[in-house]
C-alpha cells in the first residue's frame, strides 16, 4: 500500500521569506511524484512533478522540490514568496500505469506582508 | 482552448434525491479521473475512464455512486439517493493519455451540499 503524508497542515510566511513544505510518501514500489497548489474555489494545478532522471526538480512560479528516495521524501521550496502564494499545496503519488494520484492532506501556506 | 468544465459549479440537494455531476474533459483528451475533495477524507480517487470503459472503480464508496462516459468526451457522476456524507467538491480531471508522463488538468469543481 502508498501513503503520502505531508507533515505540516499550516505554514505562515513572511512576504519575501523562503518557504519549505515537506511530504513523505511510504511505497513498495516505483512512484512518480507531484505537487500540486490550489487556489481559493479554484481546481488543481499543477506545479511540478518527478517521473525520473534529476532528483531536482523545478516548477512554475518559481518552486522546486527534490527527491530523496533514502528518506522517502519530496519536499516542496521557494525561496522568496509573494502574497499571491497563498493557497493549497498538495503532493501526491501516483504508482499504477492509470495515473491515478494519491494526495496527501494538504499544507495551507498563508502568506502575510 | 478551453479548460476542464464543470457542472453545475454549486449544487444543494435534499437527502434522499439523485444527482448528476458532469464533466467536460479537454478535447482530445482520453483519460478521465474523478476525486472528491471532503474535510473528512481530503482528496480522494474515485473512478478512472479510459476512453468510454472504466477499468478502475475502487474509489466508488458505494453501490449509490456510479459514472458513465460517452464518446469518449463527457463524464457524469451520478450518487443516488445522496446522503449528507456525500457533500463534497468533486473534482474532474483529463490527460491526453494516463500515465504519470501526461499532465492531469483539473476542473473547478461542483460543491455539492446535502441537507
Known amino acids: 500500500a502508498q501513503s503520502v503524508t505531508q507533515l505540516d497542515s499550516q505554514v505562515p510566511v513572511f512576504e519575501e521569506a523562503p518557504v519549505e513544505l515537506r511530504c513523505n510518501y511510504s511505497?513498495?514500489?516505483?512512484?512518480?511524484l507531484f505537487w500540486y497548489v490550489q487556489y481559493p474555489n479554484q481546481g488543481l494545478q499543477l506545479l511540478l512533478k518527478y517521473l525520473s532522471g534529476s532528483t531536482l526538480v523545478k516548477g512554475i512560479n518559481g518552486f522546486e522540490a527534490e527527491f530523496n528516495k533514502s528518506q522517502t521524501s519530496f519536499h516542496l521550496r521557494k525561496p522568496s514568496v509573494h502574497i499571491s502564494d497563498t493557497a493549497e499545496y498538495f503532493c501526491?503519488?501516483?504508482?499504477?500505469?492509470?495515473?491515478?494520484?494519491?494526495f496527501g492532506a494538504g499544507t495551507q501556506v498563508v502568506v502575510t506582508p | 482552448g478551453a479548460g476542464v468544465s464543470q457542472s453545475p459549479s454549486n449544487k444543494v440537494t435534499e437527502k434522499g434525491k439523485d444527482v448528476e455531476l458532469r464533466c467536460d474533459p479537454i478535447?482530445?483528451?482520453?483519460?478521465l479521473y474523478w476525486y472528491r475533495q471532503s474535510l473528512g477524507q481530503g482528496l480522494e480517487f474515485l473512478i478512472y475512464f479510459q476512453g468510454n470503459s472504466a477499468p478502475d472503480k475502487s474509489g466508488l464508496p458505494s453501490d449509490r455512486f456510479s459514472a458513465e462516459r460517452t464518446g469518449g468526451s463527457v463524464s457524469t457522476l451520478t450518487i443516488q439517493r445522496t446522503q449528507q456524507e456525500d457533500s463534497a467538491v468533486y473534482l474532474c480531471?483529463?490527460?491526453?493519455?494516463?500515465?504519470?508522463?501526461?499532465?492531469?488538468?483539473f476542473g473547478p469543481g461542483t460543491r455539492l451540499t446535502v441537507t
Open positions: 478535447s482530445g483528451h482520453t483519460a
Open positions: 480531471a483529463s490527460s491526453l493519455f494516463a500515465g504519470g508522463f501526461s499532465e492531469q488538468y
Open positions: 501526491a503519488v501516483q504508482t499504477d500505469s492509470w495515473g491515478k494520484l494519491q
Open positions: 511505497s513498495s514500489v516505483s512512484v512518480y
